[in-house]
């Protein structure tokens, strides 16, 4: 390993971020997903719940999210933490967004470019579990 990137591992591990990498649990990313996203998404992610008929634009097939090859991190967590409300939800995505925020003991995330993004854990899980599921 290069001194720079040692360093940067060291810091982070010394500042509590740990590695990103072993920041999620996508078993715990499946259970908020059927007890919140479900519903709408549906149980395999291919945006036929239940109560799809009746949002305002459909929700979409999550299981195509990295169907260009790169799962959209960034994207996905604005969504789900209300940064970019989506009008089909009437704002804040869930509408029980407020639940997402965690404990305050946020995570680290490899984002864009391999960046570390800092999220909830309760979001972070919930995205491991959606790079998971695939069509």
Known sequence: MRR????????????GLGPP????DAEAGAALYGDFCAVCHGMAGQGDGPMAGALTVAPPDLTMLAEDGEFPVLRVARQIDGRDPLVAHGGEMPLYGQWFEGDGADVAMTGPGGQPMMLSRP???????LMEIKS
């Open 4 to 15: 720079p990137a040692r360093l940067f591992s060291i810091a982070m591990i010394a500042a």
């Open 21 to 24: 990498a072993a920041a999620q």
């Open 123 to 129: 979001i972070a899980d919930l995205i491991a579990y």
